[in-house]
């Protein structure tokens, strides 16, 4: 069934993003694609100076070619402002085609005009309009809105930085943001990098998320793409409970989280990328917020079938405490490779996970605190359990066949290969298959015994057990906890954000391109 259920969706993805048409008397009304050429590429100057105007100017189902060039990308500045941040480039058209020639020199530029490309400097920041109380609103970079079969490709974005309107997304697929419906459908993000050198701390303005997709239906593709020094996450899909959405070849970096996905299931998968260095590598989570409605369920809607997958990953070394990070993403258990918080229906299986401090594997419940806007209700959890406004238990996971190794080296009590809290749930969380040349780990003890069954009803340890206590003290959820024997976890000295390194660009950036000057011959 796992087979059938990916190659479907590849299938309907391809299907999607290449425009098939599957009604011919709507697909021949649509105009013949048009190439808009900005800056310059081989010595060949294209029409346009800026991206935003070449966007301006095309129709759904048009190209637009990007020279390299460091774009200090401004329509956001146009006009009276609103509440909430715009975009540097803000894409409103169905089958639009963005992509820069070259993923490295392609760079859509948070910063001042005239300054250093990505530059660190306090003075060389812009935080977006101000709103009427004189606040800056923030900025995204390139932001797809509520349209369907949109495709960004090959380019860099940095530096833009959230405020009082939100922003803070290098790159968003943006399907209704705070609405708790679905806006968008096909979507397409490959060779993108998206990076930030600038941090003003936990409560002001910083880069929030590397490549971000919400309330998206698909069938959506984040590919061979890289993210750092988010204080959110690198990654990040949400706000979808049936996502339709494969990230794969991806690499994080340096965030507080490599991956975050409140609110995310159904069709979803996590492949064949690397998650390292960050504070905590993949999370997942059910919240009562704007990323509505909860809970994070991996089955397909409508079926028992387990949908959502994180699979065939290398996982390794994400212990880091001198990331950025704000809101509930700093409560990141810091040393963990895999968290599932409040999650239900996940399948984590075939991944190398290694080095991390704390946990490989660390399955608890979400307490969410949180005043929630008026489309979010609790759904699927537990209001005023243990005090908390909203409770999400986590049952029906399973960890399989996973190569673990050195984990839990901070050498807590309960730190280990996998952890899980939990209460009695049909089915409960089960391990299967997994190894360790050093002996497998868990915390209840003998997992893999006691847990073995997929089908069975089952606890983890309760909340007041000593893992409950570590993973208290790790998150520093409830309070602040020093350092103490027994509990001792890295914590924050000084932020550091390293450069991003070349990545690897687009083998032929005219591939699939109607005829144009840049590309000669259509390929």
């Known amino acids: 069934m796992r087979g059938k259920v990916v190659l479907a969706l590849v299938a309907v993805l391809a299907m999607a993003l290449v425009g098939v048409a599957v009604a011919g008397p709507a697909s021949a009304r649509r105009h013949r694609p048009r190439v808009l050429l900005v800056g310059t590429w081989h010595g060949i100057r294209g029409k346009y100076r800026s991206i935003q105007a070449a966007v301006d100017a095309a129709r759904p189902g048009d190209w637009v070619l990007i020279g390299p060039g460091d774009y200090h990308e401004r329509g956001d500045y146009r006009g009276r402002p609103g509440a909430d941040a715009?975009?540097?480039?803000?894409?409103?058209?169905?089958?639009?085609?963005?992509?820069?020639?070259?993923?490295?020199r392609v760079v859509i530029d948070g910063t001042k005009p005239g300054a250093k490309q990505c530059s660190s400097a306090p003075s060389a920041q812009t935080l977006g309009p101000k709103d009427r109380h004189g606040k800056p609103i923030g900025r995204n970079g390139i932001e797809a809105f509520e349209v369907s079969g949109v495709t960004i490709e090959n380019l860099t974005a940095c530096n833009f930085l959230d405020g009082d309107g939100g922003g803070g997304n290098q790159v968003w697929f943006n399907g209704g943001d705070g609405t708790g419906r679905i806006g968008m459908g096909a979507f397409r993000g490959s060779y993108i990098s998206a990076t930030s050198t600038y941090y003003g701390g936990k409560h002001a303005p910083a880069g929030a998320y590397g490549i971000f997709a919400s309330n998206v239906g698909g069938p959506g593709l984040i590919s061979w793409a890289y993210a750092s020094n988010m204080d959110d996450s690198s990654f990040y899909v949400g706000a979808c409970p049936d996502c339709d959405t494969v990230v794969d070849h991806v690499h994080a970096q340096y965030s507080i989280l490599g991956y975050s996905g409140t609110n995310s299931g159904g069709r979803l998968v996590l492949e064949n990328s690397e998650w390292d260095h960050n504070g905590a590598g993949i999370v997942t989570n059910s919240q009562n917020n704007d990323d509505a409605p909860s809970p994070q369920q991996g089955t397909c809607p409508g079926t028992g079938t387990y949908c959502t997958f994180?699979?065939?990953?290398?996982?390794?070394?994400?212990?880091?405490?001198?990331?950025?990070?704000?809101?509930?993403?700093?409560?990141?258990?810091?040393?963990?490779?895999?968290?599932?918080?409040?999650?239900?229906?996940?399948?984590?299986?075939?991944n190398r996970i290694h080095d991390n401090g704390a946990w490989g594997v660390l399955l608890a419940p979400y307490p969410d605190n949180e005043t929630p806007p008026a489309i979010s209700?609790?759904?699927?959890?537990?209001?005023?359990?243990?005090?908390?406004?909203?409770?999400?238990?986590?049952?029906?996971?399973?960890?399989?066949?996973?190569?673990?190794?050195?984990?839990?080296?901070?050498?807590?009590?309960?730190n280990g290969d996998t952890g899980e809290l939990s209460d009695q749930h049909t089915p409960g969380n089960c391990y299967q298959g997994n190894t360790d040349p050093g002996g497998f780990t868990s915390d209840p003890a003998a997992a893999q015994t006691t847990h073995a069954d997929c089908g069975a009803a089952n606890?983890?340890?309760?909340?007041?057990?000593?893992?409950?206590?570590?993973?208290?003290?790790?998150?520093?959820?409830?309070?602040?906890?020093?350092?103490?024997?027994?509990?001792?976890?890295?914590?924050?000295?000084?932020?550091?954000?390293?450069?991003?390194?070349?990545?690897?660009?687009?083998?032929?950036?005219?591939?699939?391109?109607?005829?144009?000057?840049?590309?000669?011959?259509?390929?």
């Open 310 to 350: 994180y699979e065939h990953n290398d996982i390794h070394d994400n212990n880091n405490p001198n990331t950025p990070g704000s809101g509930s993403a700093a409560l990141a258990p810091i040393g963990t490779g895999i968290v599932v918080a409040g999650g239900r229906f996940d399948t984590i299986q075939g």
């Open 86 to 104: 715009g975009a540097g480039v803000m894409i409103r058209k169905a089958r639009l085609h963005v992509r820069g020639m070259d993923r490295n």
């Open 377 to 414: 209700h609790c759904e699927g959890g537990t209001p005023g359990e243990l005090t908390f406004k909203c409770y999400y238990d986590d049952w029906g996971n399973r960890v399989l066949g996973n190569a673990f190794s050195h984990n839990g080296y901070f050498g807590n009590p309960s």
């Open 459 to 523: 606890a983890g340890e309760p909340v007041s057990s000593p893992l409950g206590s570590q993973a208290i003290c790790d998150t520093q959820i409830l309070a602040p906890c020093p350092a103490s024997p027994g509990f001792e976890y890295p914590r924050t000295t000084k932020v550091v954000m390293p450069r991003m390194p070349r990545q690897r660009t687009m083998p032929n950036p005219c591939k699939g391109v109607p005829g144009n000057p840049w590309c000669r011959r259509r390929h």
